[in-house]
């Protein structure tokens, strides 16, 4: 591979996903207005993510990572979006209490709005038509003026990733993430929940640790808790990411500012292809989804392409292997990293690779062969040296019915009653708090160890 590049480098490569805008003159156009735009996130946060992402990697901190499969330009509301954050916090509350270590939050949101599709076009009683490709290239409408991709939808997903991001880093600022109010991030059918009382024990305990703490120290904990917020995305829309390039002369480096942390997805990894390409020029923290037909070499190239200078909290593998194969796949990929001398960080997405339709025909995933294959994930890594740094779910705030199984039972026949997803199925509210709970509660994943205590 070439050693020069530039954020326009990825131009002179094979680009799979990438839409066919017909008017190049109306493309221009936008990216200039998205590049004159402010950024959304700035290069100090990026690097204070990458550095707590190279806690993770260590063993020190655990990444939770959650939102939706796609983002929609019309669920950029207000309730909607703090629901989304309101899960986050509940899971990572659960989890810092369980794992006893940091635990960092990135949501799969404010720019989530593009998906890899798995033909170009789409048929229906004879019409074919350009494939549905997410809210920032087209609209789902099958008409060929809504399946035309328009490359004003760059600017209007690049406002809404920004309002919604604004609106969260206000919520932090304002004191909503604050420990001693984890009322704040109650929904309104938590009383109903199965999850309540368990949920309670770990809230009331954080604030009888919490009081413990103030008053001996006769120290409010308040700055420590107001805690960070990182947004990611899947950057597969290359002219929309390259417009966030910036170069910034006090880094000395190129960073991508319309997110802290984008991943590429397992449909445009390709060593040769145009997204790895765009990817290794970044400062950013990368991800890359890492499935069962990557064999050692493919993904030996991945890291010493991606991560040349095996900097600490820079690449991480996000393997979705599936319930089924992880015991196979993961054990090999642990070994094929290793034998490159480059550390990475791990992280389990036990959605992707547990994907089924039901019996009406609906995409769904079990919250058993979730939980199986994160359970797995963090044996394997345990029982090689290694360690689980995080998990990768798609979860809603919402009380939708998408995934079966958890505590409250859902089965094929409720999945008619809240299907809401037009992507992929997303855990629900109380499903994510199991989750978190469940792994939290047993010793599935690792927790930081006990202080030794001086003799
Ligand atoms: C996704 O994260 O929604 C996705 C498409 O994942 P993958 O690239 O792992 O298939
Ligand atoms: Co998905």
């Known amino acids: ?35 004159a735009l402010p950024p959304i996130v700035v290069s100090w946060e990026v690097e204070k993510l990458r550095e707590q992402l190279a806690a993770a990697e260590r063993g020190e901190a655990f990444l939770l990572q959650g939102g939706d499969c796609a983002e929609s330009f019309d669920d950029c509301q207000s309730d ?31 720019g989530q709005y593009a998906k890899p599709r798995s033909a170009d076009t789409e048929t229906r009683d004879g019409v074919t038509l350009p494939s549905y490709r997410g809210d920032i290239v087209n609209r789902a409408a099958f008409t060929a003026e809504d399946r035309t991709p328009d490359p004003n939808l760059l600017l209007r997903g690049y406002e809404r990733a920004a ?17 001693h109010h984890p009322e704040y991030w109650d929904l309104g059918f938590v009383g109903h929940s199965p999850m309540k009382v368990e949920y309670e024990r770990v809230v009331a305990s954080v604030a009888d640790g919490l009081e413990f703490f103030e008053t001996i120290s006769a120290k409010e904990v308040h700055q420590s808790l107001r805690a960070e917020f990182y947004a990611s995305h899947e950057a597969l829309i290359l002219h929309y990411e390259q417009a966030q390039t910036r170069y910034i002369p006090r880094q000395s480096r190129w960073y991508n500012l319309a997110t802290h942390f984008p991943w590429i997805g397992m449909r445009t990894a390709q060593l040769e292809g145009a997204h790895v390409e ?59 990293v290793r034998a490159t001398g480059h550390s990475v960080l791990w992280i389990c997405d036990p959605m992707h690779g547990n994907t089924e339709n039901s019996q009406s025909g609906l995409k769904t995933r079990r919250f058993e062969n979730i939980l199986t294959e994160l359970e797995m994930a963090a044996e394997i890594h345990r029982s090689m040296g290694s360690h689980l740094g995080g998990v990768h779910v798609e979860l809603t705030g919402e009380n939708v019915t998408e995934c079966t199984g958890g505590a409250r ?37 690792e927790r930081r160890p006990a202080r030794q205590r001086a003799s």
């Not at 604004?166 to 909503?176: Q, Y």
């Not at 037009?422 to 994943?445: H, I, W």
């Open 80 to 110: 909607k979006i703090a629901q989304r954050l309101k899960i986050l916090l509940q899971m990572s509350l659960v989890l810092t209490h369980g794992l006893k270590k940091p635990v960092i939050r990135v949501g799969r949101m404010a």
């Open 278 to 336: 765009y990817c290794r020029g970044i400062a950013n923290p990368v991800g890359v989804k890492i499935g069962t037909a990557m064999d050692a070499d493919w993904l030996q190239r991945l890291v010493t392409t991606l991560d040349p200078n095996n900097e600490p909290g820079k690449l991480a593998l996000i393997h979705r292997f599936g319930a089924r194969d992880i015991e196979s796949a993961l054990p090999k990929a642990i070994q094929a």
């Open 1 to 35: 591979m070439s050693t020069e590049w530039s954020p326009t480098s990825w131009q002179s490569r094979p680009a799979q996903q990438q839409p066919p805008y017909q008017d190049p003159q109306a493309l221009g156009s936008a990216l200039e207005q998205l590049a």
């Open 163 to 179: 309002l919604t991001l604004n609106f969260v880093r206000a919520l932090i600022e304002g004191g909503f993430a604050d420990l």
């Open 409 to 445: 039972g859902l089965s094929d026949v409720d999945l008619q009653r809240a299907y809401k997803s037009s992507v992929d199925p997303r855990l629900n509210y109380e499903q994510s708090l199991e989750l978190a709970l469940r792994l939290a509660g047993r010793s599935v994943l």
